[in-house]
């Protein structure tokens, strides 16, 4: 088989996982073209990336538990609530930040917990449960901001989290010397990581690609890490969102694919009953992904209220709607047991993408609503089409 076949072979076998990173690659082109290279420029990648930083928390969360075939709709007024009562602390009682955000992720893992119950121990279906609770929580974020209606937090600590970045330690031809070593640091990380997985199939007998795919795919990947760092050095450099999101998707992809607890996830989501029969206990899975998400939550009101450096009436309208969207265009399956949390973030950029080369195009809002509609809704057809004919 020679290199092309071989690649179109792939690239066939695993649509799945290289449709999203394809689309997000044409979405990109397309747009900087159209805007004659507005949308590539540092300033808007950097703003792109620091809009998406907050949805895309939440949908890694959101993998999850769409994973173990349940839906949260909570996860925005929660995520706006919670923000707003960090808001609060700050603010109105004089709480110092390092104890504000434990304290604000701590009630978001109990809140989370709570949604579990419901849904593994009491049988009340997700879609409900959370809907309930999506209310709860609307009601909740109005009444502790009627009185001011917005809550203005004047932490720099705080807010840095959301408009911040990471220190320079000087400029080489204009680029921000600190980023383009973690840009290094993160490809260099990642060709460790790739070639030690391979060793392991190769130890194991599995099948895999030949060197030349696999040099290949080393280049373009490292090629598109130092491209993004030589665009976000050319500005500010990386933005503390920028750097929480990474860890995020760092710790839950290592959660998810190294760990006792990730195969169980997506055991479960596989086949819960199944899964049980093994000696999984399917309730604590439950009361887990529910937690994790509820504490997401909390990290995604900290992210939104410190990007705003304020507390609204309106935080997290929709928001729910914008990561399981993120979701599905990251290849999550609607029937359970597939997904990954690096495809969500993948879906979080595509449609932050889309709304953005459409504001920088002129693109009325209504359109805007009913493209996106759209490119959910291939998404989803698409992951009909290949469970179809896998089956």
Do not use: C
């Amino acid at each position: 088989m020679n290199f092309f076949q071989e690649a179109k072979s792939l690239l066939k076998v695993n649509i799945r996982d290289y449709g999203m990173y394809i689309a997000l690659f044409v979405i990109m082109l397309t747009f900087t073209i159209l805007t004659d290279g507005l949308f590539i420029s540092s300033r808007n990648i950097s703003n792109l990336l620091d809009a998406t930083g907050y949805i895309a928390v939440l949908a890694v969360g959101m993998t999850l538990v769409i994973v173990i075939r349940h839906i949260d709709l909570s996860v925005g007024f929660a995520a706006g609530f919670m923000g707003a009562i960090a808001a609060i602390m700050l603010s109105q009682l004089g709480v110092p930040v390092y104890f504000t955000i434990p304290i604000i992720l701590i009630l978001g893992i109990v809140i989370g917990m709570f949604n579990g119950v419901l849904v593994a121990s009491v049988g009340i279906p997700a879609f409900v449960s959370s809907l309930a609770a999506m209310l709860i929580f609307r009601g909740a974020l109005l009444q502790v901001t009627e009185k001011t209606g917005t809550i203005i937090v004047k932490d720099d600590t705080f807010n840095a989290l959301g408009n911040g970045f990471l220190p320079s330690l000087g400029h080489i031809a204009g680029l921000n010397v600190l980023s383009l070593i973690l840009g290094g640091l993160v490809i260099l990380y990642f060709v460790y990581a790739e070639i030690s997985k391979r060793n392991q199939k190769i130890k194991y007998k599995f099948e895999v690609p030949s060197n030349k795919i696999f040099a290949v795919k080393l280049v373009f990947v490292s090629a598109i890490i130092a491209y993004v760092t030589w665009i976000l050095a050319g500005y500010n450099g990386f933005s503390w969102t920028v750097v929480i999101t990474l860890l995020v998707v760092a710790i839950y992809h290592f959660l998810t694919t190294k760990t006792v607890l990730g195969r169980h996830i997506y055991a479960v989501g596989s086949n819960p009953e199944a899964a049980h029969l093994t000696g999984i206990n399917v309730k604590k899975i439950t009361y887990i992904v529910f937690g994790s998400m509820g504490m997401l939550s909390a990290l995604s009101g900290i992210m939104y209220t410190a990007r705003l450096q304020s507390a609204t009436t309106t935080a997290g309208t929709l928001f729910e709607l914008d990561a399981i969207a993120a979701a599905y265009v990251g290849g999550v399956s609607a029937a359970g047991g597939v997904g990954k949390v690096t495809g969500s973030i993948i879906g979080a950029v595509v449609m932050a993408s889309l709304s953005s080369g459409m504001n920088l195009l002129g693109v009325g809002i209504s359109y805007q609503y009913m493209i996106r509609g759209g490119v959910l809704a291939a998404a989803v057809i698409f992951d009909v089409m290949t469970r179809r004919k896998r089956g």
